[in-house]
């Protein structure tokens, strides 16, 4: 489950609108509605420890590997790389969608997939440096 799904679903049990969560977090409705829509990620690692607190939960258990993938693909690289990212974990999580990979294997499928995407956008860098 996405970081975007567990805060809905963290919020509803707690019986919290959003603008309640958004408050006692120190965000703004709409950045927390961005949350929750899957729009964006806490820039701030203290919000993670705030939604953590509010909800009693780690803030490992918040974030799936796909979610670090997609930050990760953020500082790394930008909103572009970002989307690109998003993109490959979108298209990547319909493979399993059967549900014949173990959740180890699924993993190291996404691990290898992010690898390959970062060493395409190296070579990638290096071949426009070349060319010019």
């Known amino acids: 489950m996405r970081f975007s799904e567990k805060l809905v679903q963290l919020r509803r049990s707690a019986g919290k609108t959003q603008e309640q969560v958004a408050k006692i977090i120190g965000v703004t ?30 803030a490992d258990y918040l974030l799936s590997d796909e979610d670090r993938y997609i930050i990760e693909a953020a ?5 572009k790389s970002k989307r690109e990212v998003q ?4 298209e990547v999580g319909g493979l399993f969608a059967g549900g014949e990979l173990s959740e180890d294997d699924k993993d190291k499928v996404m691990r290898t997939i992010n690898d390959l995407y970062w060493r395409a956008r190296k070579t990638t860098k290096s071949t426009r440096r070349k060319n010019i």
């Open 29 to 58: 409705c709409r950045t927390y509605q961005n949350y929750e829509s899957g729009k964006m990620y806490p820039k701030q690692t203290e919000v993670y420890g705030k939604i953590s607190a509010l909800f009693d939960v780690t």
């Open 75 to 79: 500082e790394k690289g930008g909103s």
């Open 87 to 90: 993109a490959l974990v979108s």
